[in-house]
């Protein structure tokens, strides 16, 4: 089994940071992707930022040059640096990850439970 630990949600003013960070344990021989996706009050979850293997981004045109995803491989975790913050960032942020439990399954999908950022002042 495989857990996804999220961490660093809260409360930020507009134009504030956090930081968030996701922790994968348990039954893992590679991680392909990881990811960060949010789901706003009355909203459809979505795309915030991926990295697949260390070093290759893609953002939210919402997010892009706002916030930054990066992987620490050896541990496992995926971070986001959200600068700039703004109302409409509000929602549940959800930590993702594509990984194999072994070499010769296919990759699995798993989600943390979420971690909660408000922005307001």
């Known amino acids: 089994q495989v857990q996804l630990v999220e961490s660093g949600g809260g409360l930020a003013q507009p134009g504030g940071s956090l930081r968030l960070s996701c922790a994968a344990s348990g039954s893992i021989f590679s991680i392909n992707s990881m990811g960060w996706y949010r789901q706003a009050p009355g909203k459809q979850r979505e795309l915030v930022a991926t990295i697949i293997s260390g070093s290759i981004t893609n953002y939210a045109d919402s997010v892009k040059g706002r916030f930054t995803i990066s992987r620490d491989n050896a541990k496992n975790t995926v971070y986001l640096q959200m600068n700039s913050l703004k109302p409409e960032d509000t929602a549940v942020y959800y930590c993702?990850?594509?990984?194999?439990?072994?070499?010769?399954?296919?990759?699995?999908?798993?989600w943390g439970k979420g971690t909660l950022v408000t922005v307001s002042s």
């Open positions: 993702n990850a594509v990984l194999r439990h072994t070499a010769v399954v296919k990759p699995m999908n798993y």
